[in-house]
């Protein structure tokens, strides 16, 4: 009995660590220009902010490149305005971000990625002007288009929570994206 269960937690194991290391790529630097993946995207979706105060539209776009397999870098600006009787907030957000990129060959898992975005936003509230730092945790992902339509194009989606450092509203945003990959 004692064999038979170390045979099935050594094959458990084995299991789970082959599964991780192809959802994990390996680091390594660029040896192909085709993998920087240079990439032009703009994102649209709902800003739901905590509290009473109604969510908005969040229009962003973000430009990136991957300097070493699996992470990419890149700028975003983002924009969201609340109109609510209670808040009025004007956010006008510019960050840089860093991704880590899953691979393997699970479907969805394979274009996925998570990551942090971290910059200045621009916050207009009632007359209250000020500048504030933003943190985003992201998680997300870009799936190709490229068997249907024949060009280097995603459609994905994003989940992010904004924090920010002035007293003003964090925000839990939810986008579909589009991205243009060199």
Do not use: C
Not at 8 to 30: D, G, K, N, W, Y
Not at 150 to 155: M, R
Request: glycine share 10%; hydrophobic share 35%; charged share 15%.
């Amino acid at each position: 009995m004692i064999k038979l269960s170390y045979l099935v937690l050594t094959v458990l194991f084995f299991s789970i660590q082959a599964m991780a290391s192809s959802l994990i790529p390996e680091v390594r630097a660029i040896q192909d220009k085709r993998f920087y993946k240079p990439h032009v995207g703009v994102k649209i979706g709902i800003s739901e902010p905590e509290g009473r105060t109604n969510a908005s539209t969040q229009f962003s776009a973000n430009i990136g490149y991957q300097p070493v397999i699996p992470f990419s870098i890149g700028l975003e600006g983002r924009y969201v305005k609340f109109d609510n009787s209670s808040n009025n907030l004007e956010r006008t957000s510019v960050l840089t971000y860093g991704n880590y990129n899953f691979g393997g060959d699970t479907p969805i898992i394979k274009h996925s990625y998570i990551g942090l975005s971290a910059g200045l936003a621009w916050e207009k509230e009632d007359n209250r002007d000020g500048l504030a730092f933003i943190t985003s945790p992201t998680i997300g992902f870009d799936h190709p288009l490229g068997k249907f339509i024949g060009e280097p194009i995603t459609l994905g989606a994003s989940l992010s929570y904004n924090l920010s450092s002035r007293s003003t509203l964090d925000t839990l945003n939810i986008s579909g994206a589009i991205k243009y990959w060199y």
